[in-house]
């Protein structure tokens, strides 16, 4: 990696984002707006809510996102934790969500708590019956499950992973029967989504917009939020 591209680890990332562009707007959605000092730290409190929930580095995660700017702490938050987040796209029922669980042998379920088009919590539900282990968070209010937003804490000390590290569980396209699980280490996620917002122009002035579910591969990171983040930019989150 050249110079700019210093950062072999998303942890070196999120720590040179926040040294580097602090003050500047790292993330909005359609209610929330927080700059990349305020999503580094709200991320390291949620990785010490995790962490309050016995949630242990090395852990697998599923995650199951909306497009806010909530699940960006849960998604830093997760990996500041040590943990490996498995990401799953809106579309995946309970059929591939009780996959994951069991394929990564998650600990921890986190899902939206509201959606126009379908019930995550009842998903959460189903995939608590068959594996009574797994905690259910939720992205939103619930009168079911413990908000994300209750997770919160004094900052913790970091969990500093090794450059060839695990970082994402990436479902593929489950074109030839239920989605297989790829392991995307630090190094060549950075790299990948480092050299993408280079060779795309990205800068501080740039603005992207995700209309895509960010647990995807095409907008987290090619360039994606990583890249607009990789460069000071604003990402900016459709829910819809």
């Known amino acids: 990696m050249e110079e700019r591209e210093a950062g072999l680890t998303l942890i070196d990332c999120l720590e040179r984002w926040r040294d ?31 962490a309050s929930e016995g949630v242990e580095a090395g852990d ?15 998604l830093f938050g997760s990996v500041m934790r040590g943990c490996i987040p498995v990401l799953a796209l809106p579309t995946h029922r309970e059929t591939e969500i009780l996959h994951f669980c069991s394929k990564s042998r998650a600990s921890c379920l986190i899902v939206p708590s509201s959606s126009s088009v379908y019930d995550f919590e009842s998903l959460a539900s189903s995939v608590r019956k068959t594996n009574p282990r797994i905690k259910c968070f939720v992205v939103g209010k619930s009168t079911r499950n413990k ?15 090794d450059q060839n590290s695990t970082l994402f569980l ?9 989605p297989k ?16 917002a280079s060779q795309s122009g990205f800068t501080r002035e740039t603005k992207y917009l995700a209309a895509l579910s960010i647990c995807h591969n095409l907008p987290l990171a090619c360039p994606g939020v990583l890249g607009a983040l990789e460069n000071g930019g604003t990402v900016i989150l459709a829910e819809t």
């Open 20 to 50: 580097e562009y602090g003050a500047a707007v790292a993330v909005r959605d359609k209610t929330t707006s927080l700059t990349y000092a305020e999503l580094f730290d709200e991320s390291s409190r949620f990785a010490s809510g995790l």
């Open 181 to 196: 699980l790829i392991p995307r280490s630090n190094f060549s996620y950075v790299y990948n989504f480092s050299k993408a």
């Open 60 to 74: 697998k995660i599923v995650l199951q996102l909306p497009n806010k700017a909530e699940s960006l702490v849960v």
């Open 147 to 161: 908000s994300v937003s209750e997770l919160r804490g004094e900052p913790l000390k970091i969990t500093r992973p």
């Open 170 to 178: 990436l479902p593929s396209g489950g074109t030839t029967g239920l």
